[in-house]
């Protein structure tokens, strides 16, 4: 499938690997991994031919398909699932051909276009494309809507999935799960284990290596080897790897130590002239057996808190959501009731579908968001270190970190800044260079550096380990773990989240409540509900057209029972409802949500109608919900 013959590449003056042999095969699923800049992304730029390597070459099959996930998206006026259609060239070209033959009511062109969809199977493009969508967490009502409308990170999903809507054998991921929610890295994880082709996935989420990945590719100083497994594999293969190096090495400097001896003593005494250079031969042709060289690893501490007060923050009785306009009327409830309260010590994991209110609930356990109903008690010495997920956007192009440092603390002495960020690896002259040219993964660590300055009693962190590589997860999840204050964290890397969290809250359809179960317990129930989502919104997308289809065939009615058919009409009429009604509150709350933060003319009126449309929403949906209930159980007994 791939091969790499004495592959060597540079970036300028620096050489990131040489003399890379080796094969790729047809059906692996290889996990590349290595530290920030070790030449990860250069590697997939050279497998698809963007830049020349300096010496090798690697061989591909004449007919290879490739596909790979664009790193930019223009503002586009085309509809998401129709961007995401456009990764099949050839279906898109044909369906576009359709609807235009259909408007100029050219019946042969229908007919020539109906033959090249048969021809490339692509009657069932639009549904295998809205699948995707929906696997990455884009509501139904949402895939019409323009791309330029979507943030960046939205934006990301979006390449995602028209990168796996393109027809390929082999398939470049770069960072897939950045930005994406729990639910959506176990849908892409199941997805691509299915991916009949080969897949190569730049990746710092371990849990997901693990669960996909066959074999992994280490770039590690200049080199490239390939060890089976997943990441925990790699990781045990290359410990014992690197034991029996230092092993073989001591062994070797014994013998250098013992050959050199006899040749000092007696090089000089004819008697034993002709052993000491038979000895020095020996010498000669040693190995010449490296020693293991100890790699420097990123250590961070979050300070001892000033004071630990024991009950931190309490949510009574709340309703959490937004509100748009002075006037008090225009609200979404996104959460309703909640009661919560963390303690000193806590190391709570909030757990929930995308778009359930995750992030709903954080920003009004920080004060972010003011409630609804309800009180919210923040003890007086509660700090809280909040990090969102659009932190690092935040810091300030042009400033150096110690310019972020002097922003929060302005009397504090430059030396005690760089002491500081001397432990959060910026070094150095690193402290006094703008953050322009920072990567991702270090503005997330300056960004994590600025909380932990302010000493903080409790953590609110919301995805923070988009772009930090696998060594600073690592160092994160250690800092946590020592860290004397409380936790509060949403993340979809389920590694991170299972060493720092022994406490879990679950947030889904409204509620917030405690969830006893493990991450594994935790996924399947995911699964499942996910696939009685795919279900309702296969229906629901199917709209009017939906009551037509004929159902599945029933098995002989029992005389006994002869309302069964209706009731299961009825039921699935009730589901079909129930997946449209989640869909379009997940647009008005997305929508609501803009509007409290962007304000402006009309702001309070658009949300006031925006509100009241959502009110209605979830009236409906509780009298459907307890329809349902009632029809399942009719059903069961029957």
Not at 153 to 174: E, F, H, I, K, Q
Not at 177 to 185: G, I, P, S
Request: glycine share 8%; with cysteine.
């Amino acid at each position: 499938m791939l091969a790499f013959k004495n592959l060597a590449l540079r970036r300028g003056p620096r050489l990131l690997f040489s003399e890379v042999d080796l094969a790729l095969h047809a059906g692996w699923r290889v996990g590349v991994v290595g530290r920030n800049g070790c030449g990860k992304s250069s590697l997939f730029a050279a497998i698809r031919g963007e830049i020349e390597p300096d010496r090798g070459d690697i061989d591909r099959p004449a007919r290879l398909r490739m596909a790979s996930v664009a790193q930019e998206t223009p503002a586009l006026p085309d509809a998401a699932l129709d961007f995401v259609l456009s990764g099949d060239a050839e279906v898109h070209a044909a369906l576009r051909l359709e609807a235009e033959a259909m408007a100029a009511e050219d019946y042969e062109r229908v007919a020539e276009a109906h033959a090249r969809l048969a021809e490339l199977k692509g009657y069932d493009a639009s549904a295998r494309a809205a699948r995707l969508l929906h696997g990455l967490g884009f509501p139904p009502h949402t895939h019409g809507m323009p791309v330029a409308e979507f943030s960046g990170g939205w934006r990301v999903r979006l390449n995602v999935a028209r990168a796996l809507m393109t027809p390929s054998d082999l398939l470049l991921l770069d960072e897939p799960t950045n930005h994406l929610d729990l639910d959506a890295v176990l849908w892409l994880e199941e997805w691509l284990r299915s991916y009949p082709g080969t897949l190569l996935v730049i990746s710092h989420d371990r849990e997901f290596l693990d669960g996909l990945c066959t074999h992994t590719l280490h770039l590690h100083e200049g080199r490239a080897r390939l060890y089976p497994g997943g990441y925990t594999a790699f990781e045990r293969q290359r410990a014992e790897q690197l034991r029996l190096q230092q092993i073989a090495f001591e062994k070797e400097q014994a013998e250098r130590a013992h050959l050199q001896a006899f040749i000092d003593r007696f090089k000089a005494k004819a008697s034993k002239a002709r052993q000491a250079q038979s000895r020095m031969k020996r010498l000669e042709k040693l190995a010449g057996t490296e020693a293991v060289r100890a790699e420097r690893e990123v250590r961070i501490d979050f300070p001892v808190p000033a004071k630990q007060p024991t009950t931190l923050i309490q949510l009574r009785g709340a309703d959490c959501g937004y509100r748009a306009g002075d006037d008090g009327g225009a609200v979404a409830k996104i959460l309703g009731q909640v009661g919560l309260s963390i303690e000193a010590g806590d190391r709570l994991g909030l757990l929930g579908p995308n778009g359930a209110g995750k992030s709903t609930l954080v920003k009004t356990l920080v004060g972010e968001l003011p409630l609804l109903s309800g009180e919210r008690v923040a003890h007086p010495d509660a700090v809280i270190g909040y990090f969102a997920q659009h932190t690092v956007e935040s810091l300030h192009e042009g400033q150096t970190p110690i310019d972020h440092l002097r922003m929060i603390a302005p009397e504090a002495p430059t030396q005690a800044f760089r002491d500081f960020l001397g432990k959060w690896n910026f070094p150095g002259d690193r402290a006094f260079e703008p953050i322009d040219g920072f990567s991702g993964g270090e503005r997330a660590r300056l960004a994590l550096a600025l909380i932990a300055w302010r000493r903080p009693n409790v953590l609110l962190l919301d995805e923070p380990t988009n772009h930090l590589d696998l060594e600073m997860r690592e160092a994160l999840a250690e800092a946590l773990a020592d860290f004397e204050g409380a936790i509060v964290m949403v993340s979809h890397d389920r590694h991170l989240i299972g060493l720092v969290c022994d406490r879990y809250v679950r947030v889904a359809d409204g509620r917030v409540e405690p969830y006893d179960e493990d991450l594994d317990a935790y996924a399947a129930w995911l699964r499942q509900r996910g696939n009685a989502a795919n279900v309702r919104a296969k229906a629901a997308g199917a709209g009017p057209a939906a009551k037509a289809e004929p159902a599945a065939r029933p098995a002989p009615a029992r005389p006994a029972r002869p309302v069964d058919a209706a009731t299961k009409k009825r039921y699935a009429a009730v589901e079909v409802r129930l997946a449209a009604l989640a869909a379009e509150a997940e647009v008005l709350d997305a929508e609501l949500a803009a509007i409290a933060v962007r304000g402006g003319a009309g702001a309070a009126q658009t949300a006031q109608s925006l509100g009241q449309r959502r009110q209605a929403l979830v009236a409906e949906r509780e009298a459907l919900e307890q329809e349902w209930l009632e029809l399942a159980e009719k059903l069961e007994a029957g």
